[in-house]
């Protein structure tokens, strides 16, 4: 049976990665977080102090350290830089802040994506993004566009700020998750966009639970 494939994108804070991960525990398939290959490569130029605005330099820091992307036990994308498992560092503000700046370079996107693909070929899997219904797999099985209004969104990226132990008013976390939903949709390589066969989901007056339900429904009605 060809792989099942569920395409999940949408801007920041949406709920992107907790609702894929538990549609993937629902249905038994993998998860790839594709937020988190971006993020390594920002992690890896905030640590080396590498110029994100030059995709020459990104592309060669790449070439010099080894990064690879494992499945954990808990279904969670591990990022291990040089043998090291950095994956608790990749959602630290610092890296929030490069990251959309490194994913609007084309040659750092092409490497990405093709590994994205050639995982997609060889399991059933759950992904999420901001081209992965438009770009890296265009005829998943099922596609969704996940949305929440920005207060909301902030809201929730504030909560999980404040868990790793950072404080940031909600009015700047307004402001960060609007200016990297701006750039995303803004690059012109693969930028954030509803793909026309997406269903759009609104999560904002949503538990969690409900938006795994509507999305676990659409797979079933897929087949
Ligand atoms: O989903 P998450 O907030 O972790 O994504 C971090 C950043 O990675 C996004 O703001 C975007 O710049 C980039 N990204 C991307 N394409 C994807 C996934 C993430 O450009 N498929």
Not at 83 to 90: A, E, F, Q, Y
Request: aromatic content about 4%.
């Amino acid at each position: 049976m060809a792989p099942v494939t569920i395409a999940i994108d949408g801007p920041a804070g949406a709920g992107k990665s907790t609702v894929a991960k538990r549609v993937a525990e629902r249905l038994n398939l993998m998860y790839v977080d594709t937020g988190a290959m971006y993020r390594a490569v920002a992690y890896l130029c905030a640590k080396e102090g590498t110029n994100v605005h030059s995709e020459k330099d990104v592309e060669a820091l790449l070439e010099q350290h080894c990064v690879s992307f494992e499945q954990g036990e808990d279904r969670t994308l591990q990022v291990v830089i040089d043998g090291v498992d950095v994956t608790s560092r990749l959602r630290e503000p610092e890296v929030s802040a490069l990251v959309s700046t490194v994913a609007a370079h084309p040659r750092i996107r092409q490497l990405l994506t093709e590994w994205q693909r050639a995982f997609a070929e060889r399991h059933s899997v759950v992904m999420d993004g901001r081209d992965i219904g438009t770009v890296v797999l265009p005829h998943a099985t099922v596609k969704v566009f996940l949305t929440a209004a920005p207060e909301e969104r902030a809201r929730r990226r504030q909560e999980e700020y404040r868990r790793m132990g950072y404080h940031v008013s909600l009015e700047d976390m307004v402001k960060s998750v609007i200016e990297r939903d701006r750039k995303d949709s803004e690059r012109s390589i693969a930028p954030l966009r509803m793909a026309d066969d997406a269903v759009r989901i609104d999560s904002t007056d949503k538990s969690i639970e409900t938006v795994v339900d509507e999305i676990v429904q659409l797979v079933e009605n897929a087949h």
